[in-house]
């Protein structure tokens, strides 16, 4: 039996971090679980099981050289490589732990489509970033992808064969903010979670809400980032103020979600969204454009709809919302691929074999 170290790179509240997160937690009941962050952070905004020891390297003297020599020294006091696996998540964590198969099982656990989503983030200069991320797979015992389509990715950009593990988020943490009280009653609502980013598409949202407007509907966008100003901007030119509702970040996102007819995110590229997830989860159905594992997600109709151009978007999301109102149900929406124990069971069959 295993210990198992989880690598990342801060305590952000980021999908990945939370992701990481749900993991401990799953695995906390039965193994050993130490969550480590190589930098400092405001905070993971993410409930921790007891049982879960965190650790961080940021004040480790010696820069990188140092936290790599504090990590490998952890490792080996914890077994070495015939008892420990150490599960890296994002470019940093993965650099880190690319050194340390002689201390342990290593794993990365890829959390998006790498090239897509550093070119939205970084520009020209993001595709080499994603090259040198997917080539430092190579380095790894195992590596994990959320998706079947991801897996197809990594194997034809990186020569890697990655084992499929769907994206979950920790399910008792949710489980009191689902709506009990169904059929919902009132204006239909939609509920957008994610950064206000060009890669998540909110302009394109606020400009497809006629038609869920026109019945009197409302969006709430949480989130923040660099097109907020815009997105307000064109709420107040098309009258919507009364409808469109910016909340910025919400350190509890759940009632609002837990609330809405249906989820929204447009994004151009997602791994597979957390807040998707968590959506599902409630119960809430979503709207996503048709990248990506998406498909995997919503492959049963009562969990939402895909759409494919972006004037398919508003009719997408209407019809949703109001099938949603005929749903007599909150049970979750998301398929068994993506729960909670079901990830679990997976790292725990796929990193205790021999190494």
Same mark, same amino acid.
């Given at each position: 039996?295993?210990?198992?170290?989880?690598?990342?790179?801060?305590?952000?509240p980021?999908? =990945?971090v939370?992701?990481?997160?749900?993991?401990? *937690?799953?695995?906390?009941?039965?193994?050993?679980? +130490?969550?480590?962050?190589?930098?400092?952070?405001?905070?993971v905004?993410a409930?921790?099981?007891?049982?879960?020891?965190?650790?961080?390297?940021?004040?480790?003297?010696?820069?990188?050289?140092?936290?790599?020599?504090?990590? /490998?020294?952890?490792?080996?006091? %914890?077994?070495?490589?015939?008892?420990?696996?150490?599960?890296?998540?994002?470019?940093?964590?993965d650099?880190? *732990?690319?050194?340390?198969r002689?201390?342990?099982?290593?794993?990365?656990?890829?959390?998006?489509?790498?090239?897509?989503?550093?070119?939205?983030?970084?520009?020209?200069?993001?595709?080499?970033?994603?090259?040198?991320?997917?080539?430092?797979?190579?380095?790894?015992?195992? +590596?994990?992808?959320?998706?079947?389509a991801?897996?197809?990715?990594?194997?034809r950009?990186?020569?890697?064969?990655?084992?499929?593990?769907?994206?979950?988020?920790d399910?008792?943490s949710?489980? =009191?903010?689902?709506? /009990?009280s169904?059929?919902r009653?009132?204006?239909?609502?939609?509920?957008?979670?994610?950064?206000?980013?060009?890669?998540?598409? =909110?302009?394109?949202?606020?400009?497809?809400?006629?038609?869920?407007?026109? !019945?009197?509907?409302? #969006?709430?966008? +949480?989130? @923040?980032?660099?097109l /907020?100003?815009s +997105?307000?901007?064109?709420?107040?030119?098309?009258?919507?103020q /009364?409808?469109?509702?910016?909340?910025?970040?919400?350190?509890?996102?759940?009632?609002?979600?837990?609330?809405?007819?249906?989820?929204?995110?447009?994004?151009? !590229?997602?791994?597979l !969204?957390?807040?998707?997830?968590?959506?599902?989860?409630l119960g809430?159905?979503?709207? #996503?454009?048709?990248?990506?594992? *998406?498909?995997?997600l919503?492959?049963?109709?009562?969990?939402?709809a895909?759409?494919?151009?972006? %004037? @398919?978007?508003?009719?997408?999301?209407?019809?949703?919302?109001?099938?949603?109102?005929?749903?007599?149900?909150?049970?979750?929406?998301?398929? =068994?691929?993506?729960r909670?124990?079901?990830?679990?069971?997976?790292?725990?069959?796929?990193?205790?074999?021999?190494?």
């Amino acid at each position: 039996m295993r210990s198992f170290f989880i690598l990342v790179p801060s305590p952000h509240p980021t999908g =990945p971090v939370k992701g990481a997160c749900a993991l401990a *937690n799953a695995l906390a009941p039965s193994r050993r679980v +130490v969550l480590v962050f190589l930098k400092p952070g405001p905070g993971v905004d993410a409930a921790l099981d007891d049982r879960v020891e965190r650790v961080t390297l940021a004040e480790v003297a010696g820069g990188w050289r140092g936290r790599l020599a504090a990590y /490998r020294a952890m490792l080996a006091a %914890a077994g070495g490589r015939s008892r420990v696996a150490s599960i890296s998540m994002c470019f940093s964590a993965d650099t880190l *732990n690319r050194f340390c198969r002689t201390d342990a099982v290593i794993c990365a656990s890829v959390r998006g489509n790498l090239p897509q989503n550093y070119r939205h983030d970084y520009g020209a200069p993001g595709l080499g970033l994603a090259a040198t991320h997917l080539w430092l797979l190579r380095s790894f015992d195992h +590596v994990v992808a959320m998706t079947s389509a991801m897996a197809r990715q990594i194997r034809r950009v990186a020569g890697v064969r990655a084992d499929v593990i769907g994206n979950f988020v920790d399910e008792a943490s949710l489980d =009191p903010f689902r709506q /009990r009280s169904v059929p919902r009653e009132g204006p239909l609502r939609a509920v957008f979670v994610g950064s206000l980013s060009r890669r998540k598409q =909110p302009e394109l949202l606020v400009e497809a809400l006629g038609g869920l407007i026109e !019945s009197g509907g409302h #969006l709430d966008l +949480v989130g @923040d980032g660099p097109l /907020r100003a815009s +997105v307000h901007s064109l709420v107040e030119k098309r009258g919507w103020q /009364r409808h469109v509702h910016l909340h910025g970040q919400v350190a509890n996102p759940y009632p609002l979600v837990a609330g809405a007819d249906a989820f929204v995110l447009p994004s151009r !590229s997602e791994g597979l !969204s957390r807040a998707a997830l968590e959506a599902l989860y409630l119960g809430v159905p979503c709207v #996503l454009r048709d990248v990506d594992g *998406n498909g995997e997600l919503v492959a049963n109709p009562e969990a939402g709809a895909l759409f494919c151009s972006d %004037a @398919d978007l508003g009719h997408a999301l209407t019809q949703v919302a109001i099938a949603s109102r005929k749903r007599d149900s909150s049970c979750s929406l998301l398929p =068994p691929a993506f729960r909670q124990e079901h990830a679990a069971q997976h790292y725990r069959e796929i990193l205790e074999k021999a190494p």
